[in-house]
Each structure stands twice: as C-alpha cells, then as structure tokens.
C-alpha cells in the first residue's frame, strides 16, 4: 500500500507562538485538501521541542537551528517553514546602559541552551555567566536585578523599551554587519525515517499551508491572535510579520548559507562538537 493510500497520521509539533500557529494555520483549520493523510499539532515551547527532537519523538517538528546540530542524523531540514531575521534578530538587553564589549562578566538570563539565540550570543563572545529563564520571564529577571541582562527571543524584542530596559546588543545586526547575511533562528525538520514518498508529501503540504497563511493575511493572523499571549493586534501584527516571511516559503541560498554559516562557526569555536552536515529535504 503506497503511502498516498494507506490512512497515516503525521504528529506535528510547534510552539504555541503567534508566528508558527499563522504558518500551521491552512492546515490546522483545515482549508487544505490533505487526501489521507491527517495531521496532529501538538503545542510545546521551543526548549522542550529540541529536548523531544533528540528522541525523535514528532513526525515534523520545529526546532532551534542550534539543536539540528544534535538531531540532524534522525531529521532533515524542510526547505521552508523558517524563523530568519535580515538585519534583526534576538536583543541582550539590560537595566542600566551597557556595552557589548561588557558581556564578559555579564549574569544573562538565556531562553534555553539549544536555542539559536544562545548558540548566536556564545558566537559573539562565550566569556559570560548565564542562568536559564523561561522566555516569557527574562524580562522579569533582569528587571529583578536576578540576572544583569537577558537575551529576548519572541515579542519581548518589540516591547523591552517600554519596560524601562536598553538594548546592549541586536545579535542580528551584529550578524548581518559580519556576514551580509541573515540570522537564522528556527526551522521544521521532518523524520528521515518516514521515506522520500512520504517526506515529499507532507513537505509540499506544509508548503501550501505557508502559502494560504500568507495570501489569507487577515484570517491567518485572526487565528494566531488566540495564541499572542495576550499581546495587542498590532503588536502581533508585527511580530508575525518579523518572522513570517519570504524566507519563511523558502530559504533561498542566501538563506541556507546563513544556516550552514551559523552551524560552522558554532563547531570552529567549540561550541558544537561535531560538524554539521546542512541537508534540506529536495536537494
């Protein structure tokens, strides 16, 4: 039985962030025709997707650039479905002003240790302390004094100013000045085990699922706005729009460079111990 015909549930796991519940939303809602395959969304915050990913516990599943690196022998790089920043991306943030040559010495609340955002700051410079926060309270802790400055990932990025904070250093500007590249955050990765037939299948529905999101912009954002954490339409608005992108529908080369880029720094400074082969799904 060929796998267009046998009844297959595919478990699909994403965090539960404006930005990925607009990409999943064709498919969630089911505004897709998906012949006989069903798909299964399951909501987990983005350090428990890397931590599951390492089992290989999900279908297709989001992850941190920086956790391919532990995963990339069990999963393979969908070519689309991608968190990248062009010339923006996490913020290390603080209570009083400071600069990005004081990082040494820092306390800083990071969001997880496979995260991109950590693998991106320990780039720039590993001479640092850190305490993991979750990624909704970094803000809380630099603000508490419990932490020196924090390392914003999500909407935190949009807001911290008005919470009384300042910018030390935007990883993404940083990257790009580097390397004229984007920062690449996040991606989906979908189980090598599954086969090509199959790995085709749900990679081309994925890929229309991003294409209806972003041709219905309203009703896809309508939708995300239950998953926004309490966030205002406009501030939503913008995040989305910050990581849902034309890269997000494909990576381009400029893209996969940076993804490649990312990871080969990450082992020639140590803080990967294997090199990564990059491999996207199609190529």
């Known amino acids: 039985m060929s796998a267009k015909t046998a009844q297959r549930t595919i478990t699909l796991a994403h965090s539960p962030d404006s930005d990925d ?14 012949g006989e395959l069903h798909f299964q969304h399951l909501l987990k915050d983005i350090q428990t997707l890397n931590e599951e990913a390492t089992r290989g516990t999900y279908d297709v599943t989001a992850i941190s650039f920086h956790a391919y690196a532990y995963i990339a022998d069990k999963y393979a790089l969908l070519p689309h479905g991608a968190s990248i920043g062009d010339k923006y991306g996490p913020v290390v943030v603080s209570r009083e002003p400071v600069k990005p040559e004081d990082i040494p010495g820092l306390k800083i609340a990071i969001p997880g240790k496979l995260t991109s955002a950590f693998l991106a700051l320990r780039i720039f ?21 419990s932490c020196d400055a924090g390392l914003l ?7 911290y100013e008005s919470m009384g904070l300042h910018k030390v250093l935007d990883l993404g500007e940083w990257w790009h000045e580097r390397h004229g590249l984007p920062l690449p955050m996040g991606g989906n990765v979908i189980r090598r085990d599954l086969g090509p037939e199959l790995i085709r299948e749900v990679s081309e529905l994925l890929r229309k699922s991003i294409r209806y999101s972003l041709s219905n912009r309203e009703d896809a954002l309508q939708y995300a706005m239950q998953f926004a954490r309490d966030m205002e339409p406009e501030l939503a608005d913008r995040f989305v729009a910050l990581w849902v992108n034309d890269l997000t529908l494909d990576y381009t080369e400029r893209g996969r460079e940076a993804v490649r880029r990312l990871l080969n720094e ?11 082969a990059v491999e996207f799904v199609g190529e």
Do not use: C, W
């Open 21 to 34: 519940a607009f990409m999943f939303y064709g498919l969630a809602t089911n505004k897709l025709d998906t």
């Open 125 to 145: 410079n590993s001479d640092f302390q850190f305490a993991v926060v979750p990624f909704d309270k970094i803000i809380d802790a630099v603000k508490d004094g």
């Open 153 to 159: 990932i999500h909407e935190g990025q949009l807001f």
């Open 266 to 276: 990450g082992y020639e400074k140590g803080i990967i111990p294997n090199r990564v």
